[in-house]
T-cell receptor, first 118, second 115 residues
Framework: AQKVTQAQTEISVVEKEDVTLDCVYE???????LFWYKQPPSGELVFLIR??????QNEISGRYSWNFQKSTSSFNFTITASQVVDSAVYFC???????????????FGGGTRLMVKP | ETGVTQSPTHLIKTRGQQVTLRCSSQ?????VSWYQQALGQGPQFIFQ???????GRGNFPPRFSGLQFPNYSSELNVNALELDDSALYLC??????????????FGPGTRLTVL
């Protein structure tokens, strides 16, 4: 069974601080995909990134960066120089690619609420 | 490119009633997945529709059912509503090719309140 844990339920930072959101996952599959989604107060889940289990290269996109480490089953997300507009709930999700995951469902963590204060 | 749309945005029902939620998939996508998100929690997978058939289901009772139409849009039907069904219902569309479903893109959701 697949499982995602986001231990930080809420983080509060001051604008321009760097912040890291943690994500730990469990899976028995060797092929899987990891995702981060952002959910602003409007409710829509906004896709941020997808990584497959064979690609451990870290990725940077503007102020966002992701650190994928299979050895610790973690896929952490860092926002550099945070801004008020980054305030939202962030979800990490896992999708196993094997035959036991019909529908390739996403299993989400509980989310981390990030509050960036001016 | 048109994104995923859902209707209605908000809905209030009473216990025991039935409800239908609608979703239009993003252009070029052939698969629709439905998720339930209770307040303060992560979304939970309900089911996925591909080629007008259910293609995977989460841990939800049969009173949750769905349809997919030839234009890839979808409906989620919930019968005999219970108070615990109050949640944000999210629809996601994606492209299924080969054996795997590509990245799922979500709509704005329908907020259902059951009184």
């Amino acid at each position: 069974a697949q499982k995602v844990t986001q231990a930080q339920t809420e983080i509060s930072v001051v604008e321009k601080e760097d912040v890291t959101l943690d994500c730990v996952y469990e899976t028995r599959d060797t092929t899987y995909y990891l995702f981060w989604y952002k959910q602003p107060p409007s409710g829509e889940l906004v896709f941020l990134i997808r990584r497959n289990s064979f690609d451990e290269q870290n990725e940077i996109s503007g102020r966002y960066s992701w650190n994928f480490q299979k050895s610790t089953s973690s896929f952490n997300f860092t926002i550099t120089a945070s801004q008020v507009v980054d305030s939202a709930v962030y979800f990490c999700a896992l999708s196993e690619a094997g035959p036991n995951n019909a529908g390739n469902m996403l299993t989400f963590g509980g989310g981390t609420r990030l509050m960036v204060k001016p | 490119e048109t994104g995923v749309t859902q209707s209605p945005t908000h809905l209030i029902k009473t216990r025991g009633q039935q409800v239908t939620l609608r979703c239009s998939s993003q252009s070029g996508h052939n698969t629709v997945s439905w998720y339930q998100q209770a307040l303060g929690q992560g979304p939970q997978f309900i089911f996925q529709y591909y080629r007008e058939e259910e293609n995977g289901r989460g841990n939800f009772p049969p009173r949750f059912s769905g349809l997919q139409f030839p234009n890839y849009s979808s409906e989620l039907n919930v019968n005999a509503l219970e108070l615990d069904d109050s949640a944000l219902y999210l629809c996601a569309s994606s492209l299924k090719r080969g054996g795997y479903t590509d990245t799922q893109y979500f709509g704005p959701g329908t907020r259902l309140t059951v009184l």
